[in-house]
């Protein structure tokens, strides 16, 4: 088991749940995870992160799998420009590689926000810290789990 593994099983048994993960294969797309589980799209909670341009952070956006991020709604959610993060960042700030970057058991404190999108389903699928690993929760947990703020950032 990879180390990115094992530290979002910790986080998840440390914050009193018992989650399964699941090995996919690889996935690359939330289109193929979707497939890959069984449910809808806007199930899969994509982790997408960005670098703010003041503050030089990695700043969390939790979104519904069809659903893509608002330049002008997250800055200004964010309180400042973003910008891409890039995989030194993202690395550095959260502990996993693009595409199996987690809501949970990051290296360091992350702001977040959260799609509401993703509050109308039953459960929910993450990326579990490897581009071929998820586990799925109800997602009413994530505000609590991950501190994201529920807030409209999508087009």
Do not use: Y
């Amino acid at each position: 088991m990879s180390k990115s593994l094992k530290r979002v099983q910790r986080a998840l048994e440390e914050a009193g749940l018992a989650i399964d993960i699941r090995e996919l294969g690889q996935t690359r797309t939330a289109e193929d995870a979707a497939a890959a589980v069984g449910c809808a799209l806007d199930q899969i909670a994509k982790s997408i992160i960005f670098r703010g341009e003041i503050s030089g952070a990695a700043i969390l956006f939790l979104t519904a799998g069809g659903n893509r991020v608002c330049d002008l709604k997250s800055s200004a959610l964010a309180g400042e420009r973003l910008g891409k993060a890039d995989a030194a960042l993202i690395r550095a700030q959260t502990g996993f590689a693009i595409g199996g970057v987690v809501p949970v058991g990051h290296l360091a404190p992350i702001r977040a926000f959260l799609d509401p999108r993703l509050l109308e389903f039953d459960t929910v699928w993450a990326a579990a810290g490897t581009p071929r690993h998820v586990f799925a929760l109800a997602p009413h947990i994530l505000p609590g789990l991950t501190g994201a703020q529920p807030a409209a950032f999508t087009l």
